[in-house]
Nanobody, 119 residues
Framework: QVQVGESGGGLVQAGGSLRLSCTASGGTFSSYALGWFRQTPGQEREFVAAISWSAGNTYYADSVKGRFTISRDNAKNTVYLQMNNLKLEDTAVYYC????????????WGQGTQVTVSS
């Protein structure tokens, strides 16, 4: 069983930056792929970014490419999402997810952290 927890959300003005953190414990963190997703009320959860177990491959949604950066520190069992130049439409609950086998299936999810971008 893997426990996942996010932190770092908050209120920020448009154009500002935030860094989200996610720790995962209870498994072999360095062997997992990790992803960030987000969801707004009434909408489906959408993919934001993902990073392979070796950090050799990263993937981004088109809407955040060039503004967000995903990274990981296996020594700290932590994955980060650096969000720059935030826009109003980035407002959402952000979820961290762990893929223990294939990157197409995320097995464990955090509770989410709210990011609110104001004008």
């Amino acid at each position: 069983q893997v426990q996942v927890g996010e932190s770092g959300g908050g209120l920020v003005q448009a154009g500002g930056s935030l860094r989200l953190s996610c720790t995962a414990s209870g498994g072999t963190f360095s062997s997992y792929a990790l992803g960030w997703f987000r969801q707004t009320p009434g909408q489906e959860r959408e993919f934001v970014a993902a990073i392979s177990w070796s950090a050799g491959n990263t993937y981004y949604a088109d809407s955040v490419k060039g503004r967000f950066t995903i990274s990981r520190d296996n020594a700290k069992n932590t994955v980060y999402l650096q969000m720059n130049n935030l826009k109003l439409e980035d407002t959402a609950v952000y979820y961290c997810a762990v893929a223990t086998d294939t990157m197409s299936v995320y097995d464990y999810w955090g509770q989410g952290t709210q990011v609110t971008v104001s004008s």
